[in-house]
């Protein structure tokens, strides 16, 4: 068995998906969260094997812990579980950015930090909860470990191979790059999605305009579906980077305005061709 | 027969599909093109019964006459086919913008103006071309007519009954409210999609960047993909009501911008949540 006792604090998309795709590969899997309904449907589903309410309770005898809690509750989490771990205890995370993780970690992890390794699955849908759950979420994705020079190298090698035995495709990054290349890929996304809901959701019309959407508006706003919570504290995580990708966008839109305010066919058609050319090559 | 003849000018995605839908309505299906080897390919595919390259030829006879060219190449193919109108033909279009596309029909067609049908199938893909093209592509889709006052009503119902016999829900609409409501769904996403992937595709690691984007990346910029010259003549000709949707989203997004620049959770989960809360209710 790679994992004796895997604990996942968060059972919902991914810390479900997780559990089901590590199923022949752990002797026991506990849950953990507040949402007690939730934890019931989790073993009801057979995704894990019986689930605990209170942190510390939950990561006892696990000799791996996955935190897959929102972003802004990482600190409190870690806080709680810190003195209930075993001392051979590998902890893992899940978060969308991972510089305030691995801050939050620093600060409360104590002595178990060196045996924290930071990582991120690139998978997931506009939908939460563990009903939402499948094992092969992960496959072929990408998972981006971001280790530290003071990450203990068997706590990484376990937290790599427990990836790779999801069908993942297991990649290191620095926690710098991590988080610049997500705000590009993903974070920035999911806000202009948003934004552009808002932004039809308050006209006076609203209702009669999204009745005329079609198709491509379907998919172009499907991320506008995820969870405001989880979002919220992605903003706030990795504002940083955020804003730096938002001043870049907001350069450029500027940018095909003032195109389509002069009427300048040319430039127009340079802009949409260079975005449709980037987007053929590398989403085939 | 509904339709004795019919010429389709432009056999894209649009055109091949309508050719399509209307096989067993119609007696005998006239295309035309600048590219001949396009034309062919829709005699094989059975699109087309014949094709002629000279648009004053393919209209000869047609007791209906769609034009699915660009909106910038509209007026010039209106004053193309003018004098070889049928004195009953009933000419319609499929453009994505209504007022420029009047603008053209009325100094263009001369007496034919009054049975000029506008119209604009709310359907597509990302796709272009007749490989692209199927039947069912208006099944259970939109299409908005926008009659003027002088539009001939046999030539307004002959339109709604050919686009009806698509399987497509015919509704009408005036020309401005039509441009406004497609600058909303359509338009500004578009606009946006292109913007976001030119704004990563200039960035200095941007093949390493998109080799991280996941699924929702890939729905989000999936119109990006879309033609770059008939979406530059659609900035072109819908720029008034693309400029003011343009200026609705900016303010949004800039207040967006001001709730993570501030760290303030609770704003950007309020954006975050009403934004939600409409796509989750208007696209199911």
Chains 1, 2 share one sequence.
Not at 29 to 40: F, K, S, T
Not at 170 to 198: G, I, N, Q, R
Request: hydrophobic letters at 45%; charged letters at 25%; aromatic letters at 6%.
């Amino acid at each position: 068995m790679l994992i004796k006792r895997l604990s996942i604090i968060g059972v919902g998309l991914i810390g479900g998906s997780l559990a089901r795709a590590l199923r022949g590969v752990c002797g026991e899997i506990v849950g953990c969260g507040r949402n007690r309904a939730n934890l019931q449907k989790a073993v009801e589903l057979g995704v894990i094997d019986r689930y605990e309410t209170v942190p510390a309770s939950a990561v006892n005898g696990a000799d791996m812990v996955i935190v897959a809690v929102p972003l802004g509750s990482m600190a409190a989490m870690f806080a709680a579980i810190r003195d209930a771990l075993s001392p051979d205890a590998v902890i893992s995370d899940v978060g969308s950015a991972k510089a305030s993780v691995v801050e939050d970690a620093r600060q409360h992890l104590g002595e178990h930090f060196r045996r924290f390794v930071p990582a991120h699955p690139i998978a997931g849908t506009e939908k939460s909860g563990v009903a939402a759950s499948f094992a092969e979420l992960f496959e072929k994705r990408r998972v981006i470990i971001t280790p530290l020079s003071e990450t203990d190298s068997a706590a990484y090698a376990k937290v790599s191979a427990m990836w790779e035995k999801t069908g993942a495709d297991v990649v290191d990054m620095s926690v710098e790059h991590h988080d610049k290349v997500l705000a590009a890929t993903s974070h920035l996304p999911h806000l202009l999605a948003y934004s552009l809901v808002d932004t039809l959701a308050k006209m006076e019309a609203s209702t009669e305009i999204f009745s005329f959407a079609a198709g491509g508006f379907r998919d172009f706003t499907r991320i506008a579906s995820s969870d405001p919570r989880m979002w919220r504290d992605i903003c706030i995580a990795n504002q940083k980077a955020i804003l730096e990708m938002l001043a870049h966008f907001n350069d450029d839109l500027a940018d095909l305005t003032d195109a389509v305010r002069s009427g300048d066919a040319e430039r127009i058609e340079n802009i949409f061709g260079r975005a449709k050319a980037a987007r053929d090559n590398f989403c085939g």
